[in-house]
């Protein structure tokens, strides 16, 4: 009980962080937690950030999406659980509605290997998933296939997915990509984004998976 009250605490404290640093509004996004190796723990639907206590996140199952208790998890649900069957490394996963990724989202254009640190910890290029509608299975395979090999996707006319081997990792996902949408919208007026060489980018991602982020964290 201790360990899934500290991770709920976790998950609430990341949406409160999301809400300041304007990643999210209201009520949209959510935020989930593997808990083990059949269960995670996900924000609520319809409840907002500010007011969310341990009693609202739920325990739900993430091979059955079956879940505990009268509150509904998050109508993205569907997403989080198949990120957490596909995806084995991953640990932490962030759907927001920021604004910069969202304008790209929204152009559907796919971000090139702009930034250095956009490379090292999201990949050689953030991906499109296709338009579908929300809380469908459409959206979760469209995601999904987008999200491959990447710790970041934006989602058509919707908003954007960021995971992360922790809670820590996937919320700085959230910031770099945010930046780097930034700079992506911004050097369209300047003549356009150039692009790292993308086999540099791909060197750079798996440096900073392998080894950068261990001795980061040894270091501290």
Not at 18 to 28: D, H, K, M, P, S
Request: charged share 25%; net charge positive.
């Amino acid at each position: 009980m201790d360990t899934l009250n500290s991770l709920k605490n976790l998950i609430i404290k990341s949406g409160k962080q999301l809400l300041a640093e304007g990643l999210v509004t209201r009520t949209w996004g959510n935020v989930s937690i593997r808990v083990d190796e059949n269960n995670m723990l996900i924000t609520p639907s319809g409840r907002t950030y500010d007011d969310l206590t341990l009693n609202d996140i739920v325990l739900v199952n993430y091979h059955t999406s079956k879940y505990e208790g009268s509150i509904k998890p998050s109508s993205e649900n569907g997403l989080h659980c198949e990120i957490y069957r596909t995806r084995k490394e991953i640990n932490a996963v962030i759907h927001t509605h920021q604004m910069n990724a969202s304008t790209v989202a929204a152009a559907r254009r796919e971000v090139p290997p702009i930034l250095d640190d956009m490379v090292q910890i999201i990949g050689p290029s953030v991906r499109v998933a296709d338009y579908a509608l929300p809380s469908t299975k459409r959206i979760v395979t469209k995601t999904v296939k987008a999200l491959r090999g990447r710790m970041a996707a934006l989602m058509a006319n919707h908003g954007a997915v960021c995971v992360g081997r922790d809670m820590e990792e996937a919320f700085v996902v959230c910031q770099v990509l945010e930046k780097a949408c930034k700079a992506f919208i911004e050097a369209e007026f300047l003549g356009g984004a150039k692009g790292i060489n993308v086999f540099e980018a791909h060197l750079m991602h798996q440096f900073y998976l392998r080894k950068y982020s261990a001795m980061a964290k040894k270091n501290r």
